[in-house]
């Protein structure tokens, strides 16, 4: 790819951006947040015609074509938010278009059959029956890379396909991407996971503001350096699952902080086939605390939180939060609005679907379920709004700072920042934080650690979930592991590691446990 430029009106995406990658070679592609990295990969994937320069795969000049083209000619991408269709099963959307037939009807017995073969072979485990709005975000994933091998992709792009993986999960994708090169193989990993790229890449490829600014050989360079040339300075690489635990700031509390602002006692969340995927939980936050709650991407994390966050009921057992006043609300008698009014803050594992209208503008954005805080009589205080959002746009840095851009228009990093300055602006006692990084760059990981951080010597207690162990070992101050919908063990951040926990998480451990330390109960409302 060469010279390739690509704007959408007067926005743009790619300014004389090149690429080369070789065969049989995993090309690592970085960069931070609406550098223009998927921009570039959806120009080679067909998507996008670029408006300037050319494309070549195997010597052929291919700008412009299409994606049944690049399809055809063996070229695949996993996009970072899945392309799916949820009414249809795992088979049906793995075969979609190329589905095998029996006479005059579709074969379902075969595709289910070749996406059973697929899934066993690759490691990526997945049922080919299920339909796949029944799916956790980690097992969307898996779909999408088997999709894409399915079709026969030889060049296979991959845009950020760890987020949502466990430490297993993603050496077995290594192994899968390691068999695809030595098989001849194009693999190109759009990451913001630095010790991936070190891992797995032979050379590296970094974008910034649209252009290609630096091309390294993975063996010629550091973590440091690739982090350097995405963003323009020195960054604070603070995901180290080696380093010690993270030092607490004592918090201003009274005695009374020794009790949890958050207690959990016996939750039970079910489907609506009556099973539980959340099974009897316990677990208490302190002022001052952060849980991480790490597993596999599937076993009740997802609705466990959400049944915390009021958005799923739950079946059985009692969910307590202390106010500022030290009174106490028990949280199943009330409603999303009514639970962030007592002071819980919620950030969701996905922007898109639950934290983000991408129509509405930043500013409306950061004010959802808040609009009764910013109305005046029966109609909407605009002053008031716009002044929250310039205000929200300079303390978290979102960019660009134009409250009046719908949220579509945003880079993801910055998304992701639009919902963190919302549920973290104003006053909170507790905060749900589920894949709070999910899919940003470094930058932005780095200024969302730091939020979290600040709010924890803040003296507020943090539920943090994450599919990044990493960022569990790097950020908490006890961990727990869910499997099954159990927490399976929990240990302070001292004697954790991705060792101790890696068996917990695949089920080795299967007894429950409380994550509740030896500290006062709250007493009953």
């Not at 700031?249 to 939750?267: C, G, I, K, M």
């Not at 009174?327 to 009014?341: A, I």
Request: with cysteine; net charge neutral; charged share 25%.
């Amino acid at each position: 790819m060469t010279g390739i430029g690509k704007a959408f009106g007067a926005v743009e995406a790619n300014r004389d951006a090149s690429l080369e990658v070789g065969r049989g070679e995993i090309h690592a592609l970085v960069g931070e947040n609406g550098a223009g990295k998927s921009t570039l990969m959806r120009v080679l994937a067909g998507l996008y015609a670029p408006n300037e320069g050319t494309v070549e795969v195997r010597g052929r000049d291919v700008t412009g074509w299409s994606t049944s083209d690049a399809i055809r000619a063996g070229v695949g991408m996993v996009h970072q938010h899945f392309m799916l269709i949820p009414t249809l099963t795992v088979a049906e959307n793995l075969t979609l278009g190329s589905e095998p037939v029996r006479g005059l009807q579709l074969d379902r017995a075969a595709s289910e059959r070749a996406t059973r073969e697929l899934s066993e072979r690759t490691g990526l485990r997945v049922d080919p029956k299920r339909q796949v709005s029944e799916l956790s975000v980690g097992e969307l994933q898996r779909v999408e890379i088997l999709k894409a091998l399915y079709r026969g992709a030889e060049v296979l792009i991959l845009d950020e396909p760890t987020a949502v993986l466990s430490p297993p999960e993603v050496q077995e994708l290594w192994t899968v991407l390691r068999r695809l090169r030595d098989a001849g193989g194009t693999i190109i990993l759009i990451t913001h996971k630095l010790d991936e790229v070190m891992a797995i890449s032979e050379k590296v490829t970094v974008m910034q503001q649209g252009r290609t600014v630096a091309w390294l050989r993975t063996a010629e360079t550091t973590p440091r350096e690739i982090a350097r040339a995405m963003v323009g300075r020195d960054v604070a690489l603070a995901l180290d699952a080696t380093a010690p635990a993270p030092k607490v700031t004592a918090s201003s509390e009274p005695a009374s902080s020794n009790l949890p602002l958050l207690s959990v006692r016996d939750l039970t969340v079910s489907t609506a086939l009556r099973n539980r995927c959340v099974d009897g939980v316990s677990l208490d936050i302190a002022p001052g605390e952060i849980l991480g709650i790490a597993g596999v991407e599937g076993n009740g994390q997802t609705e466990l939180v959400e049944a915390i966050a009021g958005l799923r009921p739950a079946t059985a057992g009692s969910i307590t939060l202390r106010g500022s006043d030290a009174s106490q609300h028990d949280l199943r008698r009330l409603d999303v609005r009514q639970r962030g009014d007592a002071g819980l803050s919620y950030i969701p594992e996905d922007r898109h679907r639950r934290g983000l209208i991408l129509e509405y503008t930043v500013a409306d954005n950061l004010i959802l379920g808040r609009q009764h805080h910013f109305s005046s009589g029966a109609q909407l205080d605009r002053a008031r709004i716009g002044r929250n959002a310039q205000e929200q746009i300079r303390a978290f840095d979102i960019r660009p700072a134009d409250a009046a851009l719908p949220a579509r228009a945003l880079s993801g990093g910055n998304q992701q920042k639009v919902v963190i300055a919302r549920e973290m602006g104003r006053e909170f006692q507790v905060l749900l934080a589920s894949q709070p990084t999910r899919g940003v760059d470094v930058g932005a990981i780095e200024f969302i650690h730091q939020q979290l951080r600040e709010a924890r010597a803040a003296g507020k207690a943090i539920l943090l979930v994450s599919a990044d162990l990493a960022e569990i070992l790097a950020l908490s101050d006890r961990v727990a592991v869910m499997y099954g919908g159990r927490i399976v063990t929990v240990m302070p951040r001292s004697e954790a590691s991705a060792e101790q926990l890696g068996p917990y998480m695949t089920g080795v451990g299967s007894s429950s446990v409380d994550a509740t330390p030896d500290r006062p109960r709250p007493t009953s409302p």
